[in-house]
Every structure is written in structure tokens, then in C-alpha cells.
């Protein structure tokens, strides 16, 4: 489109600007961007607000577009200042084709925004095309379509709105209407949310044999695991612990520190305790080939055998590291993958209280797997209160995931 043909829009232009307008980069493909820069001009107007995010600042080519459409309000902002300016945006424009889903996008999502967005993968899925967002192929004609319809029917946008808030509330939860969260906390929070979006889309084609974050029981059982052991001071502390309540646990062991202990192993096994695999070294499997991994898995069961306890194929991957090694890696080892459902986070305790006042916000339900580690001393003053919350009012039971899994 020439400039003419711009200068001549915007004479067009019959709106005053309402709210701001979005821009999610990086835009790399400038056409898409001046496509939906045009639509913008055409709909709102030259004074129309604009925020632009995520890298397109940095080409001197999205300056160029912008000062040749006569926009006068441009901003051009950070991810993190974008997400704190995303209340208010009228709308959020998506020019260019991703490659995957953007953070941004989804908490626009979260906080109303209606989205209309050229090739994102996935993108119809997410916002449902028509109900809380417009995917486009990104022509000016397109993106003017939707803006005008969005711009003049006041109620469409607010149904758009609400649509677009539970859909992201349905598929991250509460904790994504992030309104008043500080950056950082937004940025864990929209990672959170994608984590759990492959998690559950993994979940739901993976047979439940082969990986588990926590088993549907009928049963009011509980299962509690202890990661990075055996420890030689600490791992006979938990065994104490374990028999005083006579209870059976799960210990995901490294190989490594299996051959330095062997006689702890033992004492695991003898107590009748489950023991299942945490690699040999505990390296984070998405830093090291699909052939170390199965290593990994491999000589952890033959430093576990060869002590001559009963072996559990089941394999947690070191870190809760979650990717296509965490997992392909002990499905061609024939092992399971057993994760967790709740993290006390004892491994980073200076004291019990820590680990105590993150168990008295967390609800325990049937079925839940519990991440321990008790490799330090806070978090062996803190298991019995663990132990104590697990097992409930009396009437539930600890297990190993085994027979978590079978019951
Ligand atoms: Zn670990």
C-alpha cells in the first residue's frame, strides 16, 4: 500500500481512539506488521494509542512504518511492561506467524483482552476463533474487519472479553488473572501455564502405566517419595522415621551414591520400601543426548541390581525435568515415569518451619504423590509432621506408587 493510499485512510478515519492497541511481537516479517499498523490507522485513527512489545522496537523498519502511517502515540515497551499495561488495551494484535503460543498472549487472554492474531499455531484452539479471539491469514482487510467489528459493537468486545478470560482461566486456572502480580511473578505464572497446557495435553495421549503425576485411586491412599538418596547420614534418619509409623515409601535413588552406599540400599529394601531409579548422576536430562540418558537409567539399574534388592522400573527424571528425553529415554528402557503432585521444596529448607508452613497451606487428597528428599536436616525435623499430614485423620494410608498405581 502506498502513502497515499494511507494519507487518504486516514482521512478515513472515522473513530476516536478508545483505549490502546497492542502490538506482540517480534514482528520480522514487516509486511504483517504494516498490514495490521494500516487496519489500526484505518480504524482508529492516526491518535490511536499504540503499544508495541516484544522486540519490534529494535528494528528501525517498524519506526519507519510507523511514522510513515502518522501514528503520534507509540510506545514501545518491554514484555514485563507490556503484561502490567495489558488492562488497557482494547485490543491485541498478533501480526506476524509464531512459531508457538506467546506468553503475552496468554495473559491478554487472561485479562480480557480480545486477540486477533495472523498464523499462530494453535492459536484457534486456545482462543476459539469468534469466541475470544480472530485468527487471521494478515492482510490490512482482515485485520480491519475485526478491529471495526470489535470497535463498533461494544457488546460483541465485551462478550469477546469475557470469553477470552474463561478460556484462560479454564486452561491455566485462577492463578493466570494475574492483575495484580508483580512482574516476575507474572512470568512464572504464564510459564506455569504452559508447562501445565503440555502436561495435560501429554497426559491425555499417554497411557497412565507409562507416566503419572498422581494416580486416580479409589482407595484413600497417599504416596511419599524420597528423591537423591541414599544419603549416608540422612537416609537412615528417614528409615527410623518411616518404621516409627510403619509406613512404606518409594526411594527414587542415584546410582552414583547407590555404589558409594550400598549397605543403605540394603536397609531400604530390607524395611520394605520401594526402590525405583533417579538416574545415575543426575544430570538435567534436557542437557544431554537421548543415548546418555538411557545410559543414565541403565547404570542406575545396574549399580541398584547388583547390590541385589528388589528393582522397580520406575524413573523419575533428576529436576522434574519434563521433555521428550525425561521421557523417551525410560519408555525405551522400559521403565515408567512416576513425577509428583506435591513438592514440599524440603530440599531448599534452612528449617522445618519452612517445610511445615508450606504443608499447612497444601490440601492432601487421595491419590497425591509426595516429592520428599530428606537429604538435610530440616527436612528430617519436618518428616514426621509430613508423614503426620499425609496419613490425615487415621483413616488414610501411605504407600509405595506401586501400589498407589495398582489400587
Ligand atoms: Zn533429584
Same mark, same amino acid.
Not at 23 to 49: E, M, T, W, Y
Not at 110 to 125: D, K, L, M, Q, R
Not at 187 to 205: E, L, P, W, Y
Given at each position: 500500500?502506498?502513502?497515499?493510499?494511507?494519507?487518504?485512510?486516514?482521512?478515513?478515519?472515522?473513530?476516536?481512539?478508545?483505549?490502546?492497541?497492542?502490538?506482540?511481537?517480534?514482528?520480522?516479517?514487516?509486511?504483517?506488521?504494516?498490514?495490521?499498523?494500516?487496519?489500526?490507522?484505518?480504524?482508529?485513527?492516526?491518535?490511536?494509542?499504540?503499544?508495541? $512489545?516484544?522486540? !519490534?522496537? /529494535? %528494528?528501525?523498519?517498524? @519506526?519507519?512504518?510507523? +511514522?510513515?502511517?502518522?501514528?503520534?502515540?507509540?510506545?514501545?515497551?518491554?514484555?514485563?511492561?507490556?503484561?502490567?499495561?495489558?488492562?488497557?488495551?482494547?485490543?491485541?494484535?498478533?501480526?506476524?506467524?509464531?512459531?508457538?503460543?506467546?506468553?503475552?498472549?496468554?495473559?491478554?487472554?487472561?485479562?480480557?483482552?480480545?486477540?486477533?492474531?495472523?498464523?499462530?499455531?494453535?492459536?484457534?484452539?486456545?482462543?476459539?476463533?469468534?469466541?475470544?479471539?480472530?485468527?487471521?491469514?494478515?492482510?490490512?482487510?482482515?485485520?480491519?474487519?475485526?478491529?471495526?467489528?470489535?470497535?463498533?459493537?461494544?457488546?460483541?468486545?465485551?462478550?469477546?472479553?469475557?470469553?477470552?478470560?474463561?478460556?484462560?482461566?479454564?486452561?491455566?486456572?485462577?492463578?493466570? $488473572?494475574?492483575? !495484580?502480580? /508483580? %512482574?516476575?511473578?507474572? @512470568?512464572?505464572?504464564? +510459564?506455569?501455564?504452559?508447562?501445565?497446557?503440555?502436561?495435560?495435553?501429554?497426559?491425555?495421549?499417554?497411557?497412565?502405566?507409562?507416566?503419572?503425576?498422581?494416580?486416580?485411586?479409589?482407595?484413600?491412599?497417599?504416596?511419599?517419595?524420597?528423591?537423591?538418596?541414599?544419603?549416608?547420614?540422612?537416609?537412615?534418619?528417614?528409615?527410623?522415621?518411616?518404621?516409627?509409623?510403619?509406613?512404606?515409601?518409594?526411594?527414587?535413588?542415584?546410582g552414583n551414591?547407590?555404589?558409594?552406599?550400598?549397605?543403605?540400599?540394603?536397609?531400604?529394601?530390607?524395611?520394605?520400601?520401594?526402590?525405583?531409579?533417579?538416574s545415575y548422576s543426575?544430570?538435567?536430562?534436557?542437557?544431554?543426548?537421548?543415548?546418555?540418558?538411557k545410559w543414565e537409567i541403565r547404570e542406575a539399574e545396574r549399580c541398584?541390581?547388583?547390590?541385589?534388592?528388589?528393582?522397580?522400573?520406575?524413573?523419575?527424571?533428576?529436576?522434574?525435568?519434563?521433555?521428550?528425553?525425561?521421557?523417551?529415554?525410560?519408555?525405551?528402557?522400559?521403565?515408567?515415569?512416576?513425577?509428583?503432585?506435591?513438592?514440599?521444596?524440603?530440599?531448599?529448607?534452612?528449617?522445618?518451619?519452612?517445610?511445615?508452613?508450606?504443608?499447612?497451606?497444601?490440601?492432601?487428597?487421595?491419590?497425591?504423590?509426595?516429592?520428599?528428599?530428606?537429604?538435610?536436616?530440616?527436612?528430617?525435623?519436618?518428616?514426621?509432621?509430613?508423614?503426620?499430614?499425609?496419613?490425615?485423620?487415621?483413616?488414610?494410608?501411605?504407600?509405595?506408587?506401586?501400589?498407589?498405581?495398582?489400587?
Amino acid at each position: 500500500m502506498s502513502l497515499e493510499t494511507f494519507k487518504s485512510l486516514e482521512t478515513d478515519a472515522r473513530r476516536p481512539t478508545q483505549g490502546s492497541v497492542g502490538i506482540l511481537g517480534p514482528v520480522r516479517d514487516q509486511k504483517c506488521l504494516h498490514s495490521a499498523l494500516a487496519a489500526v490507522a484505518h480504524v482508529f485513527g492516526p491518535q490511536a494509542n499504540l503499544i508495541i $512489545s516484544g522486540g !519490534c522496537d /529494535s %528494528s528501525p523498519a517498524t @519506526s519507519q512504518i510507523v +511514522s510513515q502511517l502518522g501514528f503520534v502515540n507509540v510506545n514501545f515497551l518491554t514484555p514485563a511492561e507490556m503484561w502490567l499495561a495489558l488492562s488497557e488495551l482494547e485490543v491485541l494484535l498478533v501480526p506476524a506467524p509464531e512459531r508457538s503460543i506467546p506468553a503475552t498472549l496468554l495473559e491478554a487472554m487472561g485479562a480480557g483482552v480480545p486477540i486477533i492474531a495472523a498464523g499462530v499455531p494453535h492459536f484457534s484452539e486456545f482462543a476459539e476463533h469468534g469466541k475470544s479471539g480472530f485468527l487471521v491469514r494478515g492482510s490490512t482487510q482482515e485485520f480491519q474487519r475485526w478491529l471495526e467489528k470489535l470497535s463498533e459493537n461494544r457488546e460483541l468486545r465485551d462478550r469477546v472479553s469475557r470469553q477470552a478470560r474463561k478460556n484462560a482461566i479454564a486452561r491455566f486456572g485462577q492463578s493466570l $488473572s494475574t492483575t !495484580c502480580m /508483580s %512482574s516476575e511473578d507474572r @512470568s512464572a505464572t504464564a +510459564s506455569r501455564g504452559f508447562r501445565k497446557c503440555i502436561k495435560d495435553a501429554v497426559d491425555t495421549i499417554v497411557p497412565s502405566a507409562m507416566l503419572r503425576w498422581r494416580s486416580k485411586t479409589r482407595r484413600n491412599e497417599i504416596a511419599v517419595t524420597f528423591d537423591d538418596g541414599p544419603h549416608p547420614q540422612y537416609t537412615p534418619e528417614v528409615l527410623r522415621i518411616l518404621s516409627s509409623y510403619r509406613i512404606r515409601a518409594t526411594f527414587f535413588l542415584l546410582g552414583n551414591r547407590a555404589e558409594e552406599s550400598p549397605e543403605i540400599v540394603t536397609r531400604i529394601a530390607d524395611a520394605g520400601h520401594e526402590i525405583a531409579n533417579h538416574s545415575y548422576s543426575h544430570p538435567y536430562f534436557s542437557k544431554v543426548t537421548l543415548e546418555r540418558a538411557k545410559w543414565e537409567i541403565r547404570e542406575a539399574e545396574r549399580c541398584v541390581s547388583g547390590i541385589g534388592v528388589p528393582y522397580h522400573r520406575i524413573f523419575r527424571p533428576p529436576f522434574g525435568n519434563f521433555g521428550h528425553r525425561s521421557l523417551l529415554s525410560p519408555w525405551l528402557c522400559s521403565h515408567s515415569v512416576v513425577y509428583w503432585n506435591v513438592d514440599l521444596k524440603d530440599y531448599r529448607a534452612n528449617h522445618k518451619s519452612e517445610i511445615e508452613a508450606l504443608l499447612a497451606k497444601t490440601v492432601l487428597c487421595a491419590g497425591d504423590v509426595i516429592l520428599y528428599h530428606g537429604v538435610n536436616s530440616a527436612s528430617i525435623a519436618a518428616l514426621p509432621s509430613v508423614i503426620e499430614a499425609a496419613l490425615g485423620a487415621g483413616d488414610r494410608k501411605c504407600v509405595t506408587v506401586s501400589q498407589l498405581a495398582a489400587s
